[in-house]
């Protein structure tokens, strides 16, 4: 049996011992794992792999079969080699997920999530439809197009508070600026800031709120919340592990659980494998939802030590 996971080439570079994880327990599962590399084209990417893609389609997935297979401990006379199991989308690119949904073989994340939670204005439009009971931040949209007086006209709204603004499609803590819009010196150093990236893009501005640079990111695992993590930020608003942040396993209570809870069932019906919810932390222990991680990464969960992420996922999804 078989599976795919598929990286831009620099980030399978970034991200090797994840692979290795991979690589190393499928061994053991018996799933022999294929790295593949995207491009940022769909068409490129079914171009470079037809022949490979093409045997997978001469032998469709049944779920079923491999389950049997697996209990057994794949030992029966049945040849299970070119079966593609699952594939793993680590490229952040929704119509990449839709092609393998489109061709009845599973991949981790759905086509849906993938799209709605790699766009900060989407996900809180689709939960706010979800959850209209939950006061999230207030959040607008604008593109930016290195127009100071326009950038400023689409900011003014805020005017009179500290705002954030991100880039919609942002992760890891890039793309994230804080802006005192009481302050024109920094309203100019952010649009400086942003108009260093040379590009027209979309970016949310929301309202700050004040957290003491703490957030919680929640892992959940096919439907269940997996583990807590409790980040706090060093010399900067942003919590973010990848940008030096500290953090420690956090204890989740009971309310927070069922709150928690509320955002998964959200998401319910989407086929996905584990994903990061991440919510800011009040100065009260307030929960304020921040944004969805769907490409989340596992070093915490690591570095923590008690938590084997790839392994459970793989006995507990997959197999």
């Known amino acids: 049996m078989q599976a795919f996971i598929i990286y831009y080439e620099f980030e399978a ?4 011992g994840f692979i290795d994880l991979f ?18 084209s769909v068409d490129g990417f079914k171009e470079k792999y037809k022949d490979l893609f093409l045997n997978f389609r001469e032998n469709p997935l049944f779920e079923s079969e491999i389950t049997n297979h697996i209990s057994d401990g794949g030992n029966t006379n049945q040849n299970y080699d070119n079966k593609l199991l699952f594939v793993l989308n680590r490229t952040r690119c929704y119509e990449l997920s839709r092609y393998f949904e489109d061709n009845n073989i599973k991949v981790y994340n759905s086509s849906d999530l993938v799209r709605i939670a790699n766009d900060k204005f989407e996900t809180f439009k689709f939960l706010q439809k979800k959850l209209p009971d939950i006061n999230f931040t207030d959040t607008d949209i604008f593109e930016f197009k290195n127009d100071f007086d326009a950038f400023k006209n689409a900011i003014e709204k805020f005017s009179g508070r500290r705002a954030v603004i991100k880039c919609v499609s942002g992760h890891g803590g890039s793309e994230v600026w804080l802006v005192d819009l009481e302050d024109y010196n ?16 979309k970016y949310i501005i929301q309202e700050f709120v004040p957290s003491d640079s703490m957030d919680l990111r929640v892992y959940v695992m096919d439907g269940n919340i997996y583990s807590a993590v409790l980040r706090k930020g060093e010399g ?17 209570s009971a309310e927070e659980e069922a709150y928690i809870n509320r955002f998964i069932d959200a998401l319910s019906g989407e086929n996905y494998g584990f ?30 030590g008690k938590n084997d992420i790839v392994k459970d996922f793989l006995e507990n999804i997959v197999i």
């Open 13 to 16: 570079v970034k991200n090797k």
């Open 275 to 304: 994903i990061g919810i991440d919510f800011l932390v009040t100065s009260s222990g307030e929960l304020v939802f921040n944004e969805i991680e769907e490409m989340v990464g596992t070093r915490m969960l690591y570095n923590i």
């Open 23 to 40: 690589t190393g327990y499928g061994k053991e599962s018996g799933i022999d794992f294929k790295l593949l590399f995207f491009d940022g």
């Open 236 to 252: 900067s608003f942003k919590s973010n592990f990848s940008l030096g942040g500290g953090f420690f396993e956090y204890k989740l």
């Open 186 to 201: 920094s309203i100019i150093d952010t649009f400086k800031a942003i108009s260093d990236s040379n590009e027209s893009k």
